[in-house]
């Protein structure tokens, strides 16, 4: 499947150059990286550690990331009893353009997000960032934006969204504000996308089984605990 990536303007060229969407197999976190498919456990045997977890491998590994295309900071200032008394934020994409810093980072006002728990800024603003590209996909495909949730990052978290992306390819990405100071540098992973072909409706049933159901289930489960196989490997 080919996906494209258009810039919206010819002054946004760079930021496919510098910071273009990657695999998302390029973009594991480093405790996965770092982490063995084994670990000796205190009874002398050897336990299975998340990175056997197949479940867990596909998340982080299919489909893309798009990275941060631009230097992001956020400052709290506090007195001496801790009440906020200002926020401020720069977003170098819109220097780098000479545009107004709005046409890159805007926000949703308290009352288009009423009810959300979200952690927002200390106006009840959801601020959220606009990707400067366009994104193509084949006709009849969705894209799934989500925080890349394994990197369990301190700074933000960005709302998940699912978008008919082959009738729209323009996407801006709201997100909670999870610490009062950060800095978050061009090329840190931003969104997971997972692209998949658009079904109908599913239909729920619920079967009790038979007793063959339960014996496969058996034989499953029997063959995950007394083996070293998983539904990949069988």
Same mark, same amino acid.
Not at 31 to 58: H, S, V
Not at 218 to 233: G, I, P, Q, V, W
């Given at each position: 499947?080919?996906?494209?990536?258009?810039?919206?303007?010819?002054?946004?060229?760079?930021?496919?150059?510098?910071?273009?969407?990657?695999?998302?197999?390029?973009?594991? $976190?480093?405790?996965?990286?770092?982490? &063995?498919?084994? %670990?000796?456990?205190?009874?002398?045997?050897?336990?299975?550690?998340?990175?056997?977890?197949?479940?867990?491998?596909?998340?982080?590994?299919?489909?893309?990331? %798009? $990275?941060?295309?631009?230097?992001?900071?956020?400052?709290?200032?506090?007195?001496?009893?801790? &009440? %906020?008394?200002?926020?401020? !934020?720069?977003?170098? #994409?819109?220097?780098?353009?000479? =545009?107004?810093?709005?046409?890159?980072?805007?926000?949703?006002?308290?009352?288009?997000?009423?009810? @959300?728990?979200?952690?927002? &800024? @200390?106006?009840?603003?959801?601020?959220?960032?606009?990707?400067?590209?366009? %994104?193509?996909?084949?006709?009849?495909?969705?894209?799934?934006?989500?925080? $890349?949730?394994?990197?369990?990052?301190?700074?933000?978290?960005?709302? $998940?969204?699912?978008?008919?992306?082959?009738? !729209?390819?323009?996407?801006?990405?709201?997100?909670?504000?999870?610490?009062?100071?950060?800095? @978050?540098?061009?090329?840190?992973?931003? #969104?997971?996308?997972?692209?998949?072909?658009?079904? =109908?409706?599913?239909?729920?049933? @619920?079967?009790?089984?038979?007793?063959?159901?339960?014996?496969?289930?058996?034989?499953?489960?029997?063959?995950?605990?007394?083996?070293?196989?998983?539904?990949?490997?069988?």
């Amino acid at each position: 499947m080919d996906i494209k990536f258009i810039p919206k303007k010819k002054e946004y060229i760079p930021v496919l150059e510098l910071t273009p969407p990657i695999p998302a197999n390029q973009a594991l $976190p480093k405790w996965y990286k770092d982490l &063995t498919r084994t %670990i000796p456990l205190n009874t002398g045997l050897a336990g299975k550690t998340a990175k056997k977890c197949p479940a867990i491998q596909d998340t982080l590994s299919t489909g893309f990331v %798009i $990275p941060l295309w631009s230097k992001f900071q956020y400052a709290t200032v506090r007195d001496e009893d801790g &009440t %906020i008394l200002a926020q401020n !934020w720069h977003f170098g #994409i819109g220097v780098a353009t000479g =545009e107004q810093l709005e046409t890159h980072l805007d926000f949703h006002n308290p009352s288009q997000v009423k009810g @959300m728990d979200l952690k927002a &800024t @200390m106006n009840g603003d959801v601020l959220k960032m606009s990707l400067p590209y366009k %994104i193509v996909v084949p006709e009849g495909y969705n894209i799934k934006y989500s925080d $890349p949730f394994y990197h369990f990052r301190k700074d933000i978290r960005c709302l $998940p969204g699912i978008v008919e992306a082959d009738k !729209w390819g323009y996407v801006a990405f709201p997100f909670e504000i999870l610490s009062d100071n950060f800095v @978050m540098e061009a090329g840190t992973p931003l #969104i997971h996308c997972l692209v998949y072909k658009r079904e =109908e409706p599913v239909n729920l049933i @619920m079967d009790p089984g038979t007793q063959k159901d339960y014996d496969e289930m058996y034989a499953d489960m029997f063959e995950l605990f007394s083996t070293d196989k998983n539904y990949r490997t069988k």
